[in-house]
């Protein structure tokens, strides 16, 4: 299932909302992460990073064909064969169940810009069972306010509704941070 509002502008513009490395620093991508998976990767804005952070192997899933092969070429030139990405619907139980060799042994899961879906707790849920218990859950999202894109207001998850969802699957909130000019994160504890 194709998120709502889930479009793509092209890749510099869309890395020029960010900084990458800022970002996972932020929200905790360390050296000490083994396995490391971006659900909703795009273009590969954050696998790239997080593959010079990292010990480990990184993984990225996207649903959109365009996006997945733009990540892949970027993952060639750069070299990084630590780096895969899956093409495919986290949401759906039968892809789901394809990453079963990754379940309850990732130490970190990223979920940016993913909040505004149909079914926030079920990704949540399905985040979670991905997890070691003591792995860490990054989401980042848009502000609550007049940016140059992100989803309508009105699907527009504000942070104190992330906690709660987040909450109801079983989150600890470990820390809250401002990735100005157009992000709020949180990191999470299972």
């Given at each position: 299932m194709k998120f709502r509002e889930s479009g793509m502008p092209d890749i510099e513009l869309w890395d020029s909302f960010f900084d990458a490395d800022f970002t996972l620093k932020e929200l905790d991508v360390t050296s000490s992460i083994t396995t490391l998976i971006d659900i909703g990767c795009g273009y590969g804005t954050f696998?790239?990073?997080?593959?010079?952070?990292?010990?480990?192997?990184?993984?990225?899933?996207?649903i959109?064909?365009?996006?997945?092969?733009?990540?892949?070429?970027?993952?060639?030139?750069?070299?990084?064969?630590?780096?895969?990405?899956?093409?495919?619907?986290?949401?759906?139980?039968?892809?789901?169940?394809?990453?079963?060799?990754?379940?309850?042994?990732?130490d970190y899961?990223?979920?940016?810009?993913?909040?505004?879906?149909?079914?926030p707790e079920k990704l949540l849920k399905q985040a979670y069972q991905l997890l070691r218990l003591g792995g860490?859950?990054?989401?980042?999202?848009?502000?609550?306010?007049?940016?140059p894109r992100g989803p309508s207001m009105d699907i527009r998850p504000k942070p104190a509704q992330i906690i709660?969802?987040?909450?109801?699957?079983?989150?600890?909130?470990?820390?809250?941070?401002?990735l100005p000019p157009y992000h709020y994160g949180q990191v999470y504890v299972k």
């Open positions: 696998i790239l990073a997080a593959a010079k952070l990292i010990k480990g192997e990184v993984i990225g899933i996207d959109d064909h365009d996006t997945i092969k733009q990540a892949r070429n970027e993952i060639q030139k750069h070299g990084l064969s630590k780096v895969q990405v899956l093409e495919g619907d986290i949401t759906q139980e039968d892809f789901f169940d394809t990453l079963k060799e990754y379940h309850v042994k990732v899961v990223c979920l940016f810009n993913m909040l505004h879906c149909e079914e860490k859950l990054g989401v980042i999202h848009w502000i609550y306010a007049d940016t709660e969802w987040c909450r109801n699957v079983n989150f600890h909130l470990e820390k809250e941070v401002d």
